[in-house]
């Protein structure tokens, strides 16, 4: 079966625009957890979907917001971009019972 | 919330000799525990996970051990070679099944 789909792989934005990331998740799945990593901080929880519902946050300002819908597939928008907000966005999708996250390729983000 | 805190930070180690990476995690209500492995420039894959109602688990060269108690977990991989070096990554979820990772474990296997 397809796995998890990122779509765009990689994006170049400039200081003060906003991003859109999609997330495709595995067909079944219901859960999708959005995660940033850099080479400094690992991989930091941002948010995780369950059911079109915000189900859990991490400690991201309120710049970054997601979303989840009917479908499953899920974005995550980041609203006056930063320097620091270049890094790899990964998400994972997971089966109703929360075991076995699989990962998706990520998308690239560099800020200029 | 649950926080994980990952050792060593970097390994190396001859090939095929033992390589260990613990874990520790704070939310005693934690019951699930994976390990990923993110080789450079590629997503993070499962390796291998446990739960807490079992102590141990192992498949081929790889294990996991989880000490509820003191609320530690260690990934345990034998005769490594060198396709082993990547980085290691544990996790675990809180009752809230938000899924935490530690800091990651940079493996190196030299030839």
């Known amino acids: 079966k397809a796995g998890v789909t990122q779509t765009p792989r990689y994006l170049i934005k400039t200081r003060g625009q906003q991003v859109t990331l999609s997330c495709s998740p595995i067909?079944?799945?219901?859960?999708v957890s959005w995660y940033q990593q850099t080479p400094g901080q690992g991989l930091q929880f941002l948010f995780e979907?369950?059911?079109?519902?915000?189900?859990n946050k991490g400690n991201f300002p309120g710049r970054f917001s997601g979303r989840q819908f009917s479908n499953s597939r899920s974005e995550m928008n980041v609203s006056t971009l930063e320097l620091g907000d270049s890094a790899l966005y990964l998400c994972?999708?997971?089966?109703?019972?929360?075991?076995?996250?699989?990962f998706g390729s990520g998308t690239r983000l560099t800020v200029v | 919330g649950e926080n994980v805190e990952q050792h060593p930070s970097t390994l190396s180690v001859q090939e095929g000799d033992s390589a260990v990476i613990k874990c520790t995690y704070s939310?005693?209500?934690?019951?699930?525990f994976p390990w990923y492995k993110q080789e450079l420039g590629k997503r993070p894959q499962l390796i291998i996970d446990?739960?807490?109602?079992?102590g141990e688990k192992k498949d081929q060269r790889i294990a996991v051990t989880l000490n509820k108690t003191a609320k530690h977990f260690s990934l345990h991989i034998t005769e490594t070679q060198p396709e082993d070096s990547a980085v290691y990554f544990c996790?675990?979820?809180?009752?809230?099944?938000?899924?935490?990772f530690g800091s990651g474990t940079r493996l190196l296997v030299r030839p």
């Open positions: 979907y369950f059911s079109e519902t915000q189900r």
């Open positions: 996790a675990a979820t809180d009752s809230s099944y938000k899924l935490i």
């Open positions: 994972a999708s997971s089966s109703t019972d929360g075991y076995g996250y699989t």
């Open positions: 067909s079944g799945h219901r859960s």
């Open positions: 939310d005693s209500a934690s019951n699930y």
């Open positions: 446990i739960r807490s109602n079992v």
